[in-house]
């Protein structure tokens, strides 16, 4: 909605804007560079998970057309702006001031949300799944294992994670007072048909991908890493 509307005043000042959502779209950098490259200036917006792909859009632009004026906003941006400059030769501008609204919202949702849910579950006795994130384990130099948590104070990286464990204390402490019934579940990278590849999105996609046109693409030896299939997910 935010693109939608800065679009509208541009172009009621008689500017031409079009606006991509790479995403939903499913647009990879070398799709996006000959949509781009006959304009001025170029707006890219991304949070932190997205941000590498932002980067990469905006290095493909300027190698096509170095005198493009590149601009990036948003979360990462508003709150990273020295060290994203730093780490992007390629963004010529920072604009800053997207991010307040969604740190507000992420909690409004996970924490108050989840209590919210949990009153009404006081209230009517039903049994709840609550759905946290294996973010939630953090910064740990140990072998992590469910029970870490109960037993030492783990440093959550983000405020995902942090609204995440929030959450999953608030359930235990429910279960605790008032006998509620609420089962936890940490997914780690779910994975499963109908997913399609993008810069924005998984492993598992990426390497099919790559694989069905016959790109190289890059395995560490060496690393391990835990993915759960859709369907195993949803019957456990």
């Not at 170029?42 to 601009?71: E, N, W, Y």
């Not at 992420?106 to 949990?118: P, R």
């Not at 104070?153 to 959450?167: E, I, L, R, S």
């Amino acid at each position: 909605m935010g693109l939608a509307l800065i679009a509208a005043v541009l172009e009621r000042e008689g500017y031409q804007v079009t606006v991509l959502d790479a995403n939903a779209l499913r647009l990879q950098p070398e799709d996006i560079v000959p949509m781009a490259t006959d304009a001025d200036v170029v707006g890219l917006t991304a949070m932190t998970p997205t941000v590498s792909a932002a980067i990469s859009i905006a290095h493909h632009l300027k190698r096509a057309k170095p005198d493009l004026t590149i601009v990036l906003g948003g979360a990462h941006a508003t709150l990273l702006p020295e060290e994203t400059l730093a780490a992007a030769p390629e963004i010529d501008v920072i604009l800053r001031g997207e991010g307040e609204d969604y740190y507000e919202n992420l909690w409004l949702t996970n924490a108050v949300g989840t209590k919210n849910m949990i009153r009404l579950q006081e209230k009517k006795e039903f049994r709840m799944i609550f759905f946290s994130s294996a973010e939630v384990y953090g910064d740990y130099d140990g072998v992590m294992s469910e029970d870490v948590m109960d037993k030492v104070a783990v440093k959550q990286m983000n405020d995902y994670a942090m609204t995440k464990w929030v959450g999953e204390l608030q359930v235990l402490n429910s279960a605790a007072m008032f006998g509620t019934e609420t089962v936890r579940v940490r997914p780690v990278n779910a994975y499963g048909p109908h997913e399609y590849y993008s810069p924005y999105r998984g492993v598992i996609p990426a390497f099919i991908y790559k694989a069905l046109r016959d790109e190289s693409y890059t395995v560490y030896l060496g690393h391990k890493r835990i993915f759960d299939y859709i369907e195993d997910t949803c019957r456990t």
